[in-house]
Structures are given as C-alpha cells and as structure tokens.
C-alpha cells in the first residue's frame, strides 16, 4: 500500500503531527511519502492508495475557526474519488474547523474516508487511533 500524507502548518504542530501519521503509517508496512501542500507531486498521489491532508486551526479562540490557510487546500488539483483522510491540529478549541476542511477537500472531488481532530498536546497520543481508523477505511469494501 502507498500513502502520501500532506501537510499545512503555521507553527509546526501540523508537520510534527504529518510526520507521526507517516511513521506510523510507515511501521505497519506501508510506503509513505510525507510533505508540504506546496510540494504537491501529481504522480505520488495519484499512485497512492490514501492521501492523508492536514491543517492547523486559525481564528478565535469561542469563535470563527477555519482551516488554516484554506486557500491552499482550495487550490490543491482535483483529487477525483481519491480517499482521503483529513485532519487538523488545533490548541484549545477546533470548533467546525474539522467539518470545514472535509467539505473543502469534498469540493476537490476527494472521498473522504477518515478525519481525526489533535489537540497539539495529544498528538502523539491519538495517531496511532487515527491510522488505525485511515487503513481500515482503505481495507474495507466499497
């Protein structure tokens, strides 16, 4: 199996959390690349088997929150049914943020398989429940 997890981040919570997915990824035998949304390569994901999206959380603290740098995901090529997995990194509360992303990456043609939310003091804590919840997604029929 291939995966290319791709990654927006502001303070270096949402590479550290991009880098976590791919090794765990990584560990239970699956060929992973892991990079910037800026280095977007055609031909890694449209040989991946799931592509793993991730931003941080921008706006208010109780209210306005978004994807970070949406326009990035706004302007990624279309993904065309490819499964996608997204997520985002947040500090104190993510609000719709995570919703937000997903219909973004809907509106890419992505069929979004998986979607977690870290609180960038967890991280480390919730990957391996997300990864476990992308590759069963992928494993299951359609």
């Known amino acids: 199996m291939k995966a290319v997890v791709l990654f927006e981040s502001l303070t270096g919570n949402t ?5 976590l997915i791919g090794g ?4 239970r035998d699956v060929e992973v690349t892991v990079r910037p949304i800026d280095a977007f390569d055609y031909h890694e994901v449209a040989v991946a088997d799931v592509v793993v999206i991730g931003t941080w959380v921008d706006g208010l603290i109780v209210a306005g929150q ?3 740098r949406v326009g990035k995901l706004r302007k990624l090529p279309v993904l065309d049914r490819k499964p996608v997995a997204a997520f985002v990194t ?20 992505a069929d979004v398989i998986a979607k977690h939310q870290f609180r960038r003091d ?11 919840d992308v590759l069963d997604a992928v494993a299951a029929p359609a």
Not at 15 to 19: H, K, L, T, V
Not at 90 to 109: F, M, Q, S
């Open 15 to 19: 590479r550290r959390a991009a880098e």
């Open 90 to 109: 947040y500090a104190i509360n993510p609000g719709k943020a995570l919703d937000k992303t997903v219909r973004v990456l809907e509106g890419r043609g």
């Open 122 to 132: 967890r991280i480390e804590r919730d990957v391996p429940v997300f990864v476990g």
């Open 24 to 27: 765990a990824l990584q560990a």
């Open 66 to 68: 978004r994807p970070g």
